[in-house]
């Protein structure tokens, strides 16, 4: 008979220094129950994350199945759900679980960082509750982003969790078939062993590149040792902005039996924790980087890693504006600067017309006004399907965007209403931007941009610029409460 598979997942990496994450995030980008679930993992492209593609497809590889969807719910990194919200996420999985019995097997494809007001392991809560309702035999296999937060409760809820490998992200797909796999194996008896270890590292992001760095290494012998009695070794860098005592690098392995999975554990934990010295971050100043700019004579990459809203950031403070425009650097684009009320207003103004933007005109932490006068060149509905990185053949939504060009300095500024990082081309592209012809591309994001934007810039040209921000990778700079110290690189 073929299996019964339930399937769940819950998308938010929260930040504890921003606002709450509230059901009007997750309806925004994707709130999905029942069979609908299906229908857009098998749809050409969807709004649904890129594991479920992936999972699907692998399954029907595999042999007959039958899925049964729960719920994804999925929302731009923010801060913690509001609790509220939470306990009726928590209601509808209950529910919709206990409907779909008897099941034979349950993924769960969660980013692993999520936390609500009211709960510091929300992943483990959800992965605890679909533990209680189908019982101790059935398999649950869980996916998570490399920057998670890794509970005990959560891996002992579960029969494993499966990281993804690359940063920026483009394995999603690759680490869910992974997944169907180690469901398929379990549901044919294989018994398999877990082990764990956490480290006192909370690595800024910008360290956890995986093409070359100390965590490439890590993940390149994680890799390796992928054959044999060990079936999986996943290392995550953690995701330390949620400021809980969870957080922190962590390796986990699932294997045929409990001296290889303990053996690949404590190889990978004991290089990682020898190298740690490589995991502070090395940035440019916000001086260097205007200095950079006027000089270009090849396209150059600015990346505005404090303000990254793929980790909580608002996506709208102007420093690098600023300073850009006032430096009156020629063929600058800036993408992508989150301001509904200035995106509305140039929609209500129309294509051709000049008037004085002014951005972010109800200020908060970081993010402060700033007024030129400028022309609406193109609107948008912000709707669009990527083509690069870890948005290729996915849909997104900026809600309704703007395209403006400050007339004192000729700098091009994208302006979107939804919070989303520019890691994507189609973002730029689609307002009418030849990013090839630009001098000077800025952009609110930490890192996924290297897998889109690669064909504009190499790495040499690209700057992780240090400026002022929620998402900064300078961690000496927060009022940490939860983190567990002593913790490197924060303390000596």
Same mark, same amino acid.
């Given at each position: 008979?073929?299996?019964?598979?339930?399937?769940?997942?819950?998308?938010?990496?929260?930040?504890?220094?921003?606002?709450?994450?509230?059901?009007?995030?997750?309806?925004?980008?994707?709130?999905?129950?029942?069979?609908?679930?299906?229908?857009? $993992?098998?749809?050409?492209?969807?709004?649904?994350?890129?594991?479920?593609?992936?999972?699907?497809?692998?399954?029907? @590889?595999?042999?007959?199945?039958?899925?049964?969807?729960?719920?994804?719910?999925?929302?731009?990194?923010?801060?913690?759900? %509001?609790?509220?919200?939470?306990?009726?996420?928590?209601?509808?999985?209950?529910?919709?679980?206990? $409907?779909?019995?008897?099941?034979?097997?349950?993924?769960?494809?969660?980013?692993?960082?999520?936390?609500?007001?009211?709960?510091?392991?929300?992943?483990?809560?959800?992965?605890? /509750?679909?533990?209680?309702?189908?019982?101790?035999?059935?398999?649950?296999?869980?996916?998570?982003?490399?920057?998670?937060?890794?509970? *005990?409760?959560?891996?002992?809820?579960?029969?494993?969790?499966?990281?993804?490998?690359?940063?920026?992200?483009?394995?999603?797909? *690759?680490?869910?078939?992974?997944?169907?796999?180690?469901?398929?194996?379990?549901?044919?008896?294989? +018994?398999?062993?877990?082990?764990?270890? +956490?480290?006192?590292?909370?690595?800024?992001?910008?360290?956890?590149?995986?093409?070359?760095?100390?965590?490439?290494?890590?993940?390149?012998?994680?890799?390796?040792?992928?054959?044999?009695? #060990?079936?999986? #070794?996943? #290392?995550?860098?953690?995701?330390?902005?949620?400021?809980?005592?969870?957080?922190?690098?962590?390796?986990?392995?699932?294997?045929?039996?409990?001296?290889?999975?303990?053996?690949?554990? %404590?190889?990978?934990?004991?290089?990682?924790?020898? @190298?740690? *010295?490589?995991?502070?971050?090395?940035?440019?100043?916000? *001086?260097?980087?205007?200095?950079?700019?006027?000089?270009?004579?090849?396209?150059?990459?600015?990346?505005?890693?404090?303000?990254?809203?793929?980790?909580?950031?608002?996506?709208?403070?102007?420093?690098?504006?600023?300073?850009?425009? @006032?430096?009156?650097?020629?063929?600058?684009?800036?993408?992508?600067?989150?301001?509904?009320?200035?995106? %509305? =207003?140039?929609?209500? /103004?129309?294509?051709?017309?000049?008037?004085?933007?002014?951005?972010?005109?109800?200020?908060?932490?970081?993010?402060?006004?700033?007024?030129?006068?400028?022309?609406?060149?193109?609107?948008?509905?912000? !709707?669009?399907?990527?083509?690069?990185?870890?948005?290729?053949?996915?849909?997104?939504?900026?809600?309704?965007?703007? &395209?403006?060009?400050?007339?004192?300095?000729?700098? %091009?500024?994208?302006?979107?209403?939804?919070?989303?990082?520019?890691? @994507?081309?189609?973002?730029?592209?689609?307002?009418?931007?030849?990013?090839?012809?630009?001098? #000077?591309?800025?952009?609110?994001? &930490?890192?996924?941009?290297?897998?889109?934007?690669?064909?504009?810039?190499?790495? =040499?040209?690209?700057?992780?610029?240090?400026?002022?921000?929620?998402?900064?990778?300078?961690?000496?700079?927060? $009022?940490? !409460?939860?983190?567990?110290?002593?913790?490197?690189?924060?303390?000596?």
């Amino acid at each position: 008979m073929a299996p019964r598979v339930g399937i769940l997942g819950l998308h938010l990496e929260a930040n504890a220094f921003a606002p709450p994450t509230v059901e009007q995030d997750f309806r925004a980008q994707c709130f999905a129950e029942g069979a609908a679930i299906s229908l857009l $993992a098998r749809a050409p492209s969807s709004h649904l994350p890129a594991e479920m593609a992936g999972f699907y497809r692998r399954m029907d @590889e595999t042999g007959g199945w039958v899925p049964c969807p729960i719920a994804i719910w999925a929302a731009p990194p923010g801060g913690p759900i %509001e609790q509220a919200l939470f306990l009726r996420m928590l209601d509808d999985a209950r529910r919709g679980l206990a $409907a779909a019995l008897p099941l034979d097997a349950v993924y769960i494809a969660s980013h692993g960082a999520s936390s609500a007001t009211g709960d510091e392991d929300s992943d483990g809560t959800l992965v605890a /509750l679909v533990r209680e309702i189908v019982g101790p035999r059935v398999p649950i296999v869980v996916t998570h982003d490399l920057h998670c937060n890794v509970s *005990e409760r959560m891996l002992a809820a579960c029969d494993s969790l499966i990281a993804y490998r690359t940063n920026p992200h483009v394995d999603m797909a *690759e680490r869910a078939a992974e997944a169907a796999e180690m469901l398929r194996l379990l549901l044919g008896g294989t +018994r398999v062993f877990k082990a764990f270890r +956490r480290l006192a590292i909370t690595p800024p992001s910008v360290t956890l590149l995986t093409a070359q760095g100390p965590y490439a290494d890590l993940i390149h012998d994680a890799e390796a040792m992928m054959r044999g009695e #060990v079936l999986n #070794v996943s #290392v995550t860098g953690g995701f330390v902005f949620s400021d809980l005592p969870k957080c922190g690098m962590t390796v986990n392995a699932t294997a045929l039996t409990q001296s290889a999975a303990d053996a690949a554990v %404590e190889r990978i934990a004991t290089r990682a924790w020898n @190298e740690r *010295e490589r995991y502070v971050a090395r940035l440019t100043s916000l *001086e260097d980087a205007v200095a950079r700019a006027g000089e270009a004579t090849q396209t150059i990459i600015l990346a505005d890693v404090a303000d990254n809203p793929g980790g909580g950031g608002r996506g709208n403070t102007a420093w690098l504006l600023q300073a850009l425009h @006032e430096a009156r650097v020629p063929g600058v684009v800036l993408g992508l600067f989150v301001d509904p009320a200035l995106a %509305e =207003e140039a929609h209500a /103004l129309g294509e051709g017309a000049v008037f004085e933007a002014r951005f972010n005109r109800e200020p908060s932490q970081f993010s402060l006004p700033f007024t030129a006068q400028a022309r609406v060149v193109l609107l948008s509905d912000g !709707k669009g399907v990527g083509r690069r990185g870890n948005m290729a053949g996915r849909q997104f939504n900026l809600g309704p965007s703007a &395209r403006l060009t400050l007339l004192d300095s000729g700098m %091009e500024v994208v302006v979107i209403s939804l919070r989303r990082q520019c890691h @994507e081309p189609r973002t730029l592209e689609m307002h009418g931007i030849d990013i090839a012809a630009a001098r #000077v591309v800025v952009l609110k994001s &930490r890192g996924h941009f290297r897998a889109g934007f690669r064909e504009f810039a190499p790495d =040499e040209r690209i700057f992780e610029v240090d400026a002022p921000g929620l998402t900064s990778p300078v961690l000496s700079r927060f $009022a940490w !409460k939860r983190l567990p110290r002593p913790v490197f690189p924060i303390d000596a």
